[in-house]
């Protein structure tokens, strides 16, 4: 059974450029929660996807989207990038109506 | 809304020392609460879960148990290693805005540190 997987391990971008993350989802979850960890700070849930549709959202604001493709799989983009949104980002996957999210190692986003 | 307040650290403890963390919790009705883990520079991993109350969760010697009388959720364990030290979050399981998902709503975390 294959885990959470997301790509790139670290990234660097400079103020008011854009980022795409990804996430692979762990073999039979079907929902995909993204979570924005700020350092010393718990993480903070940022959107869910499931069936490839937003299906709930944290209070980020709408430079903050997201995809999910028919694998499950799921991407995070952050569009204008701000310095506060240096952070880790983290992804979970887990099966629609099932209790556990399962997280993946992270990305870890700096933003000069 | 729903919410986590666990104990701020950093906890540092000798080995085999004895250890608690708390965690209470603000929701409405009786949500599913974790305890996970993050090592140093890694993601989180899940420690125990509980569903419902007077559930004990337990792994790796750890335990809490789903009080909704004090609405708590208190992480222990007898005798610490120092493979142990990490960030150990607190969390519940709550409805999103929208409706029909679930989210983790986390504490701040608490960072122990186990010493030989």
């Known amino acids: 059974e294959t885990g959470v997987t997301q790509s790139p391990t670290h990234l660097i971008k400079t103020r008011g450029q854009q980022v795409t993350l990804r996430c692979s989802s762990q073999?039979?979850?079907?929902?995909v929660s993204w979570y924005q960890q700020a350092l010393g700070q718990g993480p903070q849930f940022i959107f869910q996807?499931?069936?490839?549709?937003?299906?709930g959202r944290g209070n980020f604001p709408p430079r903050f989207s997201g995809l999910q493709f028919p694998n499950y799989s799921s991407e995070l983009n952050v569009n204008a990038l701000e310095l506060d949104d240096s952070a880790l980002y983290l992804c979970?996957?887990?099966?629609?109506?099932?209790?556990?999210?399962?997280f993946g190692p992270g990305t870890r986003l700096t933003v000069l | 809304g729903n919410s986590v307040t666990q104990m701020e650290g950093p906890v540092t403890l000798s080995e085999e020392a004895f250890l608690t963390i708390n965690c209470t919790y603000t929701?409405?009705?009786?949500?599913?609460l974790f305890w996970y883990v993050q090592y140093p520079g890694e993601g989180l991993q899940l420690l125990l879960k509980?569903?419902?109350?007077?559930d004990k969760g337990s792994n790796k010697g750890f335990e809490a148990t789903y009080r909704k009388e004090t609405t708590s959720f208190h992480l222990e364990k007898g005798s610490v290693q120092v493979s142990d030290s990490a960030v150990y979050f607190c969390?519940?399981?709550?409805?999103?805005?929208?409706?029909?998902?679930?989210?983790?709503?986390f504490g701040k975390g608490t960072k122990l540190t186990v010493n030989p």
């Open positions: 509980a569903t419902k109350a007077d």
């Open positions: 073999s039979g979850h079907n929902t």
């Open positions: 979970a996957s887990s099966s629609r109506g099932y209790d556990t999210q399962y």
């Open positions: 996807y499931y069936r490839e549709e937003e299906n």
């Open positions: 969390a519940l399981k709550s409805p999103t805005s929208q409706g029909g998902s679930e989210k983790l709503v």
């Open positions: 929701a409405t009705g009786y949500p599913s």
